[in-house]
């Protein structure tokens, strides 16, 4: 058991959506992810979400179902015990309780305690926070003028088919594809590297890969895309990317002076998140 003051650097490990997580937490604006409270914490229904009103770091509604938003700030070096400790002080709340200060003991509960995540989870982008309003909720206007400012401010971004835990974002100038991957650290990079030196980095035409950054302990490498490149087109060139990515990705041979000359210059762009 880790204490409250060790620094953890992968806190999502174990988890079985670790990936979308971390993807949850670092990249996308708005989404949920159904999951259930562990029998011994009491069971019922939780909705991870990317953020709460106000960053909340939790809530419990009236209907009991208790609500988490991962891009909340919670104290400690342990993300994951902070938000553990975040769900289960909604749970001990009275409905309709949000959880604004969070308190982390030696005890307390991290994620892969207190939350029961299905195989077949799904990760559900929105386009809106609509979520943070339960059904029959009162809608003044001062709440629809905030929700509408809240809205505003979400770059499209959409989960790319094929390419697990990856997501294209429309950043406004630039796309990106954005991609939470499994492997170690050095392997990805040394796969950028081998296709770099090949002039193969990019996703497909017009495409370019910009580098990677570290979050959470995992590792996520951004491509340019051109504008109106969408979703679709990502997609379209996943096959074909695929294959070259993996080949790259389960090879053995070290890597040529070419290859290391390309890695040299991807660590050099490199950045981390904590």
Avoid: C
């Avoid at 509604?61 to 104290?75: E, F, H, I, K, Y």
């Avoid at 943070?132 to 401010?153: D, K, M, P, S, V």
């Avoid at 590792?219 to 990502?234: C, M, R, Y």
């Amino acid at each position: 058991m880790t204490s409250s003051t060790t620094l953890v650097r992968r806190p999502f490990e174990g988890l079985i959506a670790e990936h979308d997580l971390v993807a949850m937490r670092q990249l996308i604006p708005s989404a949920t992810l159904e999951a259930k409270i562990a029998p011994e914490f009491g069971g019922g229904d939780a909705v991870i979400a990317t953020i709460l009103p106000m960053n909340w770091a939790a809530i419990k509604r009236d209907n009991g179902t208790v609500m988490l938003g991962m891009q909340a700030s919670v104290p400690g070096n342990d993300t994951s015990r902070g938000l553990g400790a975040a769900l289960k002080q909604a749970l001990d709340s009275e409905p309709g309780t949000a959880v604004t200060t969070v308190k982390v003991a030696e005890d307390s509960p991290r994620l892969q305690d207190i939350l029961v995540i299905e195989e077949n989870y799904t990760v559900d982008v929105h386009d809106s926070f609509e979520y943070w309003l339960g059904a029959g909720a009162e809608r003044t206007e001062q709440i629809e003028q905030g929700l509408e400012q809240a809205n505003e401010a979400i770059m499209p971004t959409a989960a790319v088919g094929g390419l697990p835990h990856a997501y294209w974002v429309d950043a406004g100038p630039k796309e990106h594809l954005r991609w939470v991957l499994d492997e170690s650290e050095d392997r990805v990079i040394d796969a950028v590297a081998r296709l770099h030196a090949k002039r193969q980095s990019g996703i497909g035409e017009g495409t370019r890969y910009v580098g990677s950054f570290r979050a959470d302990g995992l590792t996520i490498p951004v491509w340019d895309l051109p504008k109106g490149f969408g979703v679709e087109g990502v997609e379209n060139e996943v096959p074909e990317f695929l294959k070259r990515f993996e080949a790259a990705l389960s090879s053995e041979e070290p890597l040529t002076a070419l290859e290391r000359r390309a890695r040299g210059g991807i660590v050099a762009r490199e950045v981390t998140l904590r």
